[in-house]
């Protein structure tokens, strides 16, 4: 029963997380380099290395902020229901 009622929480949770993730990585890019949106894999007017360094830091923060989330709607769950989302 934990695993029904969670799985749509999770799914909500989730995807707040990939919207703050897209947001962050957006705010440092920017920051970092100056330009608005990191570079496409297929654009002919960057380098191997921005393309990579970018898909690299991208994926860096996309995976620390949907760990964080995930984890931190865990605990959530955990403290409204007293149970591990997950636990049968």
């Not at 496409?40 to 991208?58: F, L, N, P, S």
């Amino acid at each position: 029963m934990n695993k029904m009622l969670y799985k749509p929480l999770g799914m909500v949770v989730s995807s707040l997380g990939g919207l703050a993730a897209s947001m962050l990585f957006k705010q440092i890019w920017r920051r970092v380099s100056g330009e608005d949106d990191a570079p496409d894999a297929t654009d002919a007017k960057y380098g191997w290395a921005e393309v990579v360094i970018a898909a690299a830091v991208q994926g860096a923060i996309f995976g620390a902020v949907k760990a964080a989330v995930d984890r931190a709607g865990a605990e959530s769950y955990r403290k409204a229901t007293g149970d591990w989302p997950g636990d049968e």
